[in-house]
């Protein structure tokens, strides 16, 4: 049963005043003048620096540490260790694997043992020469099969239960419908069976911000923790508990974020640092990383090793698939529950599949820990499958944008492992790519070294339930309106860069009629609004974006109320819209809006309301992890991809990326292209060149990060970007605020498998491991050369009619 | 960064004097190669003489069968600067390529060449086009000038002034670029000048520049790409890092040297 | 310590700094200037990109002692007392940012731009600005932002 729509989806584009139109962002002002402040930024008085101690080794006990000489520097206010903050924590409450700092045992190179505040950052870092740990190495895993495979131990993690494999953070199997048969079925009926093998490369984040946390406990006890985070409730709750501190006494503030991606959706050393060793000093202490330790927190794109068996029946449509797959999560677990989950439940749309499989466990290594990027857990999978389909639609002679098509799910309609689907708009994105590249007259007709490839996707619009159980909303905000006619809205929610301040003020000027700079945004602060769970999982726009269409509602029909009273009219005679209440088909009966605010007052009193969002319950099946990978509604993605491959170095020009994405409604179709397109970005930049890598011991030191700094570790520039042209598809969802989805994370994902499918279009290999970087290429070239001499002379593939 | 004594004296002379006095001194111009290894804490000089305030040496001179460039020109002067673009366009080519904009408008010719990264351009310029290194003292040949990894002929106390530059009858530049940093994964310039035809290549070996013999010989008989086009480097000498293996990077030269010829 | 003189944001300064001290660290933490950001540690980013005698350089790659005697504009300086910059404006107008971070030195690189070829292709820009990395953008809008604002400040001057 599909709800009736919280936001009011029915209602039509030409009703809408404000949502829809291409405006400027909130805070582009202070962005642009250099006047917003970051957490770096932040200088508070007496403020102290702190600096965090980092292991050296992959994997080693810690016999002793001495902190005396260190404490006895001058200028050295506190030293702290892992004794001092024991208690463990971890952002899945069923996986609380971390602690602040090491307590006895270090898990990768770079994981925290101490830390120091001090007068000034070199004071701090001469402290740190002056720590003395005393550690026994331990043999480290860099492999997640070496690391399963050691089912006796040594284990990187003490199991959760006896006879299990401390070296596995999870397990997830399962199975919806008979794969078994439909591979048989597909062999039998002149269909194919595709088989492959699928290396992801782990990536990170890499925001332009690195990560700053500023402790300040203040004499009363209380605890201020300003930080980069894009999670300041899940930071609040973790700080509480781990610091054993009342959380009616703990405050976070969450300034203006430069980047996170995912990078910052959890609590991190340093934010525990600060506050302890203010608690400690009494006076505020900052710790800033440095571009290193931001690699080294990581918790980005996990390695996936990736086995798809993938069924269709000689029509193409597809009969069945089978996944198993190894992922390489790092030292703790953070997301990963989730992930492994979602390594597999968000393969199910947008293609319908009579029959569905996946087996992925993810395993502990001695490498910083991996966890949420941009597309969480769905990118890798992603990758691979949409590989699949075009070698399915080269071995049936189909064209791909066609086979996807007859895959294509539908809307209003349950997936194979039972996940609601509502809107759909992924048969007009094929189209919409399909259009705009050209694809026709392009698709194995361009001369080799040119070719274009195709995939889909989709992705949740945040997820159905918050990592720790409880039945409260997922988003809230309190809304506040002034004799003035402005209306100040206190937000949960943490902006990142995404426009989530941006997307509060169009939905409140939306429904209370007044002037965009009149709507206040106040957000990222735990003292004064209510909660949001965060930045994460896309869920911004559609849970936030229904909690102020709830609260601007409840202030609205009080003024619709005593405005009708005055004119004598029912009250949705009256519209708020322009700066003014309007008497619909009266235009000449109208009064500026902040009258009817003070009409409003002077008959209910003080003028504001609160609202909230919560996910309904029956989007989802029954079966054990049916809730992971459910959300209230799910966007839909296609790309075409052009690149040239420069056959004697391996290097992949990608020309351009087609980007259709249905986001449901756009509420401000300048934010969703720049969302469209910082995720075709980043794609692409995965495909092409971002690696995240780490020595063996045969290259000198086993599990040292391989390129800790810009330095080394590749991300794209300007002139490295492709041309990215972003085509909105609105397919208006019944249930997101004026039919809007999410539009943040979902078209990341098509770009990795267009870009590989269109290098087998423009050359004929196919690549089937990350990244696609100029050595690998070249590599692959070779392979086809010597396996075929002629490869390099077959111009032109057979066009596919 | 530890501190350290700073000096912005007014002449060479003076500076070269300064240096003599500094412990464990060392000159810095931009500091696009010396400031980046101070704050990564591979570089620590007790005093820097800065050459900020000494004139004089930041003009591009055409010397007839020469093209003099002070020492204290930026990336982006000799990439903008006509008479280079005219009578060397190789060696614009080169420098436009250097890094990024900021640190062209920064970076200089001379600090370039004292520094010797292995992975700069400016030494395979210099050993292709069979330059000259002027310093306050001597007059040195590119080919008796870099000596290794981070090694050259200057002296602790030596201060190079000018590169002059023969001009060349042509001459090509082909880079492949680590698209992190912007050094050379494999850069080449080939040239067939007053020196010779010399092939020079940066980025791909630990030792630094490096000429290729087979390939000015090839060249030599016949200036063409495809006399190059055959001709492979070891790939035992070759640098491994996460760009390139060595295999890939020797390849890599093979088809830089190509195409420095088709640019020529 | 010694002291340096220099002028930032068209207002004479003395300050007491370090030899070692950085420019952006002079900037940031002497003069409060909070606008110029540091993004990495070994001169990739461009966050840090300021105005020295008018050429785009990256202040955390260059001494306060090396800017003894020059001129200095930070974004906080570049309006010169009117509300926006054009090329500020543009970046605001065009989308040319989201998290905002790289935006001030993406901002003084393109005014360096803007200053030398007043009408910079696509090409141009983003050749331009392979030293000012953005990881939120894709740079669509960042390339749009500096087109257009070149152009405003061709037509303001």
Not at chain 1, 118 to 138: F, M, P, S
Not at chain 1, 233 to 246: I, P, T
Not at chain 1, 672 to 677: A, L, T
Request: glycine letters at 10%.
């Amino acid at each position: 049963m599909i709800r009736p729509a919280a936001g009011g989806a029915a209602q039509a584009p030409e009703a809408l005043s404000v949502v829809g139109r291409r405006m400027r962002k909130v805070d582009g002002l202070a962005k642009a003048t250099g006047r917003a402040r970051y957490t770096d930024d932040i200088a508070l008085p007496g403020m102290l620096h702190g600096k965090i101690l980092r292991s050296p080794h992959p994997h080693a006990r810690i016999l002793a540490i001495d902190t005396s000489r260190a404490a006895a520097l001058e200028g050295v206010h506190a030293v702290v260790t892992g004794r001092d903050m024991p208690t463990t924590y971890g952002i899945i409450p069923w996986t609380p694997d971390e602690h602040p700092l090491c307590v006895d045992r270090v898990r990768y190179v770079g994981d925290g043992v101490a830390a120091v505040a001090a007068v000034d950052e070199d004071t701090a870092n001469a402290a740190l020469e002056l720590v003395e740990v005393a550690y026994e190495e331990l043999p480290a895993y860099l492999d997640p099969h070496d690391a399963i495979a050691a089912a006796d131990g040594p284990f990187i993690h003490e199991p959760r239960k006896p006879g299990r494999n401390g070296n596995v953070t999870k397990v997830v199997k399962l199975a919806f419908g008979d794969v078994e048969a439909g591979i048989a079925a597909a062999r039998e009926e002149g269909g194919v069976v595709v088989e492959g093998d699928y290396f992801f490369e782990g990536t990170t984040h890499t925001p332009i911000e690195p990560h700053c946390a500023i402790g300040l406990a203040d004499a009363s006890g209380k605890l201020t923790v300003w930080s980069a985070t894009q999670v300041p409730h899940y930071l609040h709750r973790e700080l509480a508990r781990v610091l054993e501190l009342d959380p009616a006494m703990v405050r976070v503030v969450q300034p203006p974020v430069g980047g996170a991606f995912g990078g910052k959706s959890e609590p991190f050393d340093l934010e525990f640092c600060v506050a302890k060793l203010s608690m400690i000093t009494g006076r505020p202490v900052k710790i800033l990383y440095t571009r290193e330790e931001v690699f080294y927190s990581h918790r980005g794109r996990h390695p996936f090793h990736m086995r798809y068996r993938t069924g269709a029946r000689a029509d193409g449509v597809l009969a069945a698939v089978d996944a198993e797959i190894v992922m390489d999560g790092g030292a703790y677990a953070s997301f990963g529950l989730v992930t492994t989950y979602y390594s597999g439940q968000l393969l199910t749309a947008p293609y319908q599949m009579p029959a569905y499989r996946f087996h992925s466990t993810r395993a502990y290594t001695n490498k910083p820990a991996c966890g949420p990027k941009r597309g969480h857990g769905s990118v890798q999978p992603r990758f691979a499958f949409e590989v699949q389909l075009d070698r399915i639609a080269e071995a049936l002679e189909i064209d791909p944008i066609e086979l996807r098509r007859r895959n294509a799910l539908g809307e209003g309609t349950r997936t194979v492992n039972d996940l609601r689907v509502t809107s759909n708009g992924f048969l007009e994105c094929l189209a919409m790519v399909e259009d705009a590249s050209a694809w026709r007259r392009k698709f194995r007709r361009l001369p080799y070294g040119r070719g274009v490839g195709v995939a889909g996707s989709t992705y949740i619009s945040g997820t159905n339930y918050p990592v720790y159980p409880n039945d409260m909303p997922q988003s809230a905000v309190q809304l506040q309106v002034d004799r003035s006619g402005r209306v100040a809205v206190f937000s949960g929610a943490s902006e990142i860069g995404q426009g989530v301040d941006s997307m509060v003020a169009y939905v409140v000027a939306e429904e209370l009629g007044v002037p965009l700079d009149h709507v206040r945004v106040f957000a990222g602060d735990t003292d004064f609004t209510p909660v949001d769970l965060g930045a994460y999982s896309s869920r911004v726009t559609f849970m936030l974006g229904n909690a102020c269409i709830d609260a601007a509602r409840r202030v609205k029909r009080q003024v619709q109320k005593v405005v009708a009273e005055a004119w004598d009219a029912k009250p949705q005679e009256v519209l708020l819209a322009g700066g003014l209440a309007v008497r619909a088909g009266d235009t000449g009966t109208q009064m500026p809006i902040r009258e009817a605010f003070n009409l409003a007052e002077a008959a209910f009193g003080a003028l504001g309301a609160t609202g909230s969002y919560d996910t309904p319950k029956d989007v989802h099946g029954s079966y054990r992890g049916a809730t992971i990978g459910a959300s209230p509604a799910y966007s839909f993605t296609a790309h075409v991809a052009e690149v040239e491959v420069d056959p004697e170095t391996g290097f992949v020009d990608v020309v351009q990326i087609w980007i259709a994405h249905d986001c449901g409604r756009a509420l401000n179709p300048v934010l969703v292209e720049g969302q469209m397109e910082g995720s075709a970005y980043m794609g692409f930049a995965e495909a092409i060149m971002e690696e995240q890598i780490f020595k063996t011991a045969d290259q000198g030191r086993a599990g040292l990060h391989n390129a800790p700094s810009l330095l080394d570790y590749r991300i794209p520039t300007s002139l490295d970007t492709p041309a990215l042209r972003s085509l909105i598809v609105e397919s208006i969802d019944p249930e997101g605020p004026y039919g809007a989805k999410e539009a943040g994370e979902g078209p990341l994902h098509p770009s990795i498998p267009a870009i590989a499918n269109a290098i087998y279009d423009a050359v004929g290999v196919r690549m089937n491991a990350l990244p696609f970087s100029p050595p690998r290429v070249w590599r692959a070239l070779q392979a086809e050369a010597a396996r075929t001499p002629a490869a390099r002379s077959a111009a032109t593939p057979a066009a596919v009619s | 960064m530890e501190d350290f004594q700073y000096h912005a004296p007014g002449s060479v002379d003076a500076a070269v004097s300064l240096l003599r006095d500094a412990e464990d001194g060392k000159v810095v111009a931009g500091g696009m190669s010396l400031l980046p290894l101070m704050k990564l804490g591979l570089a620590a000089p007790g005093g820097l003489v800065s050459l900020g305030k000494v004139s004089g040496l930041d003009g591009i001179a055409d010397r007839g069968s020469e093209i003099e460039v002070g020492a204290l020109c930026t990336h982006a002067q000799v990439a903008a600067a006509e008479i280079v673009r005219e009578r060397i366009p190789a060696l614009a080519a080169m420098a436009e390529g250097i890094g990024d904009a900021q640190v062209r408008n920064r970076g200089t010719i001379g600090g370039s060449v004292a520094h010797n990264d292995p992975a700069a351009d400016y030494p395979a310029a210099c050993l292709a086009l069979g330059a000259t290194i002027a310093t306050d003292r001597r007059e040195i040949a590119a080919d008796d000038f870099f000596l290794g990894m981070f090694f050259t002929a200057l002296e602790e106390d030596e201060v190079i002034t000018a590169v002059r530059f023969p001009v060349p009858t042509r001459a090509g530049w082909a880079k492949f670029p680590n698209p992190a940093s912007k050094y050379a994964v494999a850069g080449v310039m080939a040239a067939d000048g007053p020196a010779g035809v010399r092939v020079a290549v940066t980025g791909a070996s630990g030792d630094g520049v490096f000429r290729v013999a087979e390939m000015e010989a090839a060249l030599a008989s016949s200036f063409e790409p495809a006399s190059v086009a055959g001709v492979s480097v070891s790939a035992e000498a070759m640098l491994s890092d996460d760009a390139a293996g060595p295999e890939y990077r020797a390849h890599l030269v093979t088809v830089m040297a190509k195409r420095a010829v088709e640019e020529a | 310590m010694p002291t340096l003189e220099l002028t930032v944001n068209g207002t004479q300064r003395t300050v007491e700094v370090r030899n070692r001290t950085l420019l952006v660290e002079m900037l940031r933490e002497h003069l409060g200037l909070t606008g110029t950001h540091v993004g990495c540690d070994t001169s990739q980013c461009g966050a840090c990109v300021v105005l020295v005698d008018g050429v785009s350089v990256k202040s955390c790659t260059m001494l306060a002692v090396q800017a003894e005697g020059a001129a200095v504009t930070t974004i906080e300086g570049l309006a010169n007392g009117a509300g926006l910059h054009p090329m500020q404006e543009a970046f605001r107008e065009h989308h040319g940012l989201q998290c905002g971070f790289c935006t001030p030195g993406m901002v003084m690189s393109a005014v360096d731009l803007a200053n030398r070829n007043p009408d910079p292709s696509e090409h141009e820009v983003r050749e331009w600005l392979e030293g000012n990395l953005c990881r939120c953008t894709g740079y669509h809008n960042i390339v749009k932002a500096v087109q257009a604002g070149a152009r405003a400040m061709g037509g303001a001057s």
